[in-house]
């Protein structure tokens, strides 16, 4: 996983409350096996005219110049500005895939779904909780300021933008993780110990849980 | 001390580790995959050289994309008509064999939707962790489970580990009182509980049902309210054991028996929240006054009673719910002030993980049964949620039934729910259905969705809109 200290970069506004998985990646996506290869295909619906298929060639597909991140100003983009409860709806782990495939490397806002909050982790992709008020001072900062960057300092836990500076708040043990792109599941392993032990009275004092499910 | 609420019961009864920051290391005991948020944790785990911890808390079964039509199934994998699902679907096959999970392929007895076939095997027992990479996992919790989604690098993370690295939620008690009137149903309980709390009202929270409603209620019905517990922004929701709970599990597949049955109920019983246990937040709705649901917007918060009328843009408190009522107004091509049972259905669809159970077959069928599919309506599909629930419902006729009434009697999976195969709704349609999620182009690019009961659903199709399901029913 690719480790985030500090990242400074050209901010994108996502102005709208409640973006779900399905608008972040539309369903017909997800039929890849795949880990990469989303960004093309962020925000589909929204960002091109036709319906995208997940073999289609993006390149010449018909653009909505309405849509946000098609606008020249807002090329370039790796900080995604966005309202409340984003990312709400499905488990699906492509949606923080294809920001991070897109270029985003953090999203801000007033509050997260819980999974997709989760998923980013795992993906090196930083969500940064601020308040609604500070939320609302960075979306008039961005769209007052053509070219505005936001820098976040992971390990000072800081938001900046011009004149503004906000700081935020963060589990420790994700902090950690991201800083060191560290891989969760070697972590894990280190407990292995911890595991089999809770495996072994657990199977003592609840043996039905165990060896039913197993092949014919 | 307070007591501890049934959560609390649940996270205790399963910790490995707990970490100076407040992270745990949480057991896992049941592990359902699919093929949409599996291939990439088993490439992982071969990239890395791993393998599963173990194989007997694993299960696995397609159902996202598979097509539900019975030619197409008969032919296997080979007869997936997209050649990205099928690929997807061929992957799941290979990568149970290869490390040996257990695996109900496409058509054999036992395939299902994953939140249909876990309980109805007894893979989920009372009391067990339940993770799968989809966030309807919240269902198993009506067998009082800890059951919750997660992304596809836990999914990978659980193989490896058999453990997840979370932290603990907070209590969240809703309590429904009072008896349901006629015609109301578990989805229209949980329609008018996110109606209240809104999308992310149950963020960070478990959320404990409680009250006489769960109480009365099967457990297919607490199912469907569990099931949409990520609809109002919680991971989880559960329901506490009670008789109901041990009844429904005895009998099934990988439930033990003699002894060791008495042994795993006697704990079971003690699944319950303490009288004196603490909750962060508490909501209470009185059963008696809720009536048929009916979404008419874009968030499953975007809910009215069929009595209703679709909000006005101005009635609106806040700028920002104007402009979210007026974007919806705007997708689903609806007057703000119209009546919802003046809301036209092109198409109506009664399955998915949160009503395709044998009760909701029942319940569509006594409204179809007799009627017919109003001419205006171009399709409705009834998809069982699994092998067993189809065997059953064919049983007691319920298939000829449906087809009696110009409705069609699908294979199982998810279908219409999501858009993965080939049951789609088209740009601008309308469609009654007893899925879990109305977001723009969810069920199809441009398709408009409205959440309902399987009775609703049924009713509407027949009557060729949004229609009041009790003024078609006798009161017994």
Redo the contacts between chains.
């Keep these: 996983m690719q480790a985030f200290t500090t990242h400074q970069g050209l901010a994108a506004p996502m102005d709208?409350?409640?973006v779900?998985t399905?608008?972040i990646i539309?369903?017909?996506f997800?039929?890849?096996?795949?880990?990469s290869g989303f960004g093309p295909n962020l925000f589909d619906?929204l960002r091109y005219l036709d319906?995208g298929e997940?073999?289609s060639d993006n390149s010449g597909r018909p653009l909505n110049s309405e849509f946000v991140l098609n606008q020249p100003r807002y090329q370039g983009a790796s900080v995604l500005l966005a309202r409340?409860?984003f990312g709400?709806?499905?488990?699906?782990?492509h949606a923080?895939w294809a920001l991070e495939d897109y270029g985003f490397r953090t999203v801000i806002a007033p509050?997260f779904?819980?999974?997709f909050y989760?998923?980013c982790f795992?993906?090196g992709l930083l969500p940064v909780v601020l308040t609604e008020s500070q939320v609302e001072q960075l979306f008039a900062a961005v769209y007052a300021t053509p070219g505005l960057q936001i820098c976040v300092d992971l390990p000072a836990q800081t938001v900046t933008a011009g004149e503004l500076s906000f700081s935020f708040e963060i589990?420790?043990?994700r902090k950690e993780c991201l800083l060191k792109g560290l891989?969760?599941?070697g972590?894990?392993?280190q407990?292995s110990s911890?595991?089999k032990a809770?495996?072994s009275a657990?199977a003592a004092q609840?043996?039905?849980?165990?060896?039913?499910?197993?092949?014919a | 001390m307070a007591g501890m609420t049934l959560y609390d019961k649940l996270w205790q009864s399963h910790l490995?580790?707990s970490?100076d920051?407040?992270?745990a290391?949480l057991?896992i005991?049941r592990h359902i995959l699919h093929e949409?948020?599996s291939?990439?944790a088993f490439?992982g785990l071969r990239l890395?050289g791993?393998k599963p911890?173990?194989?007997?808390?694993?299960?696995a079964t397609p159902d996202?994309?598979i097509s539900t039509d019975r030619a197409e199934r008969k032919a296997g994998v080979a007869g997936i008509p997209?050649k990205?699902?099928r690929?997807?679907v061929q992957?799941l096959d290979d990568n149970c064999d290869h490390f040996?999970i257990?695996e109900y392929k496409m058509n054999e007895l036992g395939q299902g939707i994953v939140h249909v076939m876990g309980p109805e095997m007894g893979?989920t027992?009372p009391?067990?962790t339940v993770v799968c990479?989809?966030?309807h996992?919240a269902t198993h919790g009506a067998l009082a489970c800890l059951a919750?989604?997660?992304?596809?690098?836990?999914v990978?993370?659980v193989l490896?580990?058999?453990?997840l690295?979370t932290?603990k939620m907070k209590n969240m008690r809703i309590t429904v009182d009072g008896k349901l009137g006629f015609g109301v149903t578990p989805k229209d309980v949980v329609l008018a509980i996110i109606g209240k709390i809104g999308?992310?009202g149950g963020?960070?929270y478990a959320i404990e049902f409680a009250g006489q409603v769960f109480r009365d209620m099967s457990i297919e019905g607490r199912m469907t309210v569990c099931n949409m517990a990520?609809e109002a922004?919680a991971?989880v929701g559960m329901v506490a054991v009670d008789d109901t709970t041990i009844d429904y599990v005895q009998g099934r597949q990988?439930?033990?028996t003699g002894d060791?049955?008495q042994?795993?109920v006697e704990?079971w019983r003690t699944l319950v929240s303490d009288s004196d246990a603490q909750f962060d937040a508490e909501v209470v709705l009185d059963g008696s006054d809720i009536a048929p649901q009916v979404t008419w917007g874009n968030?499953p918060e975007m809910v009215a009673a069929v009595t209703d009328t679709i909000p006005r843009v101005e009635q609106q408190a806040s700028a920002?719910q104007r402009?979210?009522v007026a974007?919806a107004l705007e997708y689903m091509g609806l007057e703000g002030g119209s009546a919802i049972t003046d809301i036209p259905v092109d198409r109506v669809f009664i399955g998915s993980c949160t009503n395709s159970r044998i009760e909701d077959m029942r319940a569509a069928a006594a409204v179809a049964k007799g009627r017919r599919v109003a001419d205006s309506v171009k399709q409705v599909l009834v998809v069982p949620g699994s092998q067993m629930v189809k065997q059953q419902a064919e049983a007691e006729g319920l298939d000829k039934i449906f087809i009696a009434a110009g409705m069609q009697w699908r294979e199982p999976g998810c279908s219409m729910c999501?858009?993965?195969n080939s049951d789609k709704l088209g740009a601008g349609e309308h469609c009654a259905s007893t899925s879990n999620?109305n977001?723009?182009?969810?069920q199809g690019?441009g398709g408009r969705t409205h959440l309902v009961s399987p009775a609703m659903a049924a009713a509407a199709a027949v009557a060729g809109h949004i229609v009041d399901v009790r003024t078609m029913m006798e009161e017994h």
């Design positions: 709208r409350a409640n779900d399905d608008m539309p369903k017909q997800l039929k890849s096996i795949r880990r619906e319906v997940p073999d409340k409860n709400c709806g499905s488990s699906r782990e923080p509050s779904a819980d999974i989760n998923n795992k993906n589990d420790a043990f891989d969760e599941i972590l894990t392993l407990s911890a595991i809770y495996e657990r609840h043996p039905w849980v165990f060896g039913a499910i197993k092949r | 490995v580790e970490r920051d407040g992270s290391l057991y005991d949409v948020t291939p990439q490439e890395a791993r911890w173990r194989l007997d808390t694993n299960i996202h994309n997209d990205t699902s690929l997807q992957t040996g257990v893979v027992m009391g067990m990479g989809d966030s996992t919750h989604g997660i992304g596809t690098s836990e990978e993370h490896a580990t058999q453990c690295v932290k999308t992310a963020t960070g990520i922004g991971r990988f439930v033990p060791l049955w042994q795993a704990y968030s920002e402009a979210a974007r999501l858009a993965m999620r977001f723009e182009g969810r690019n």
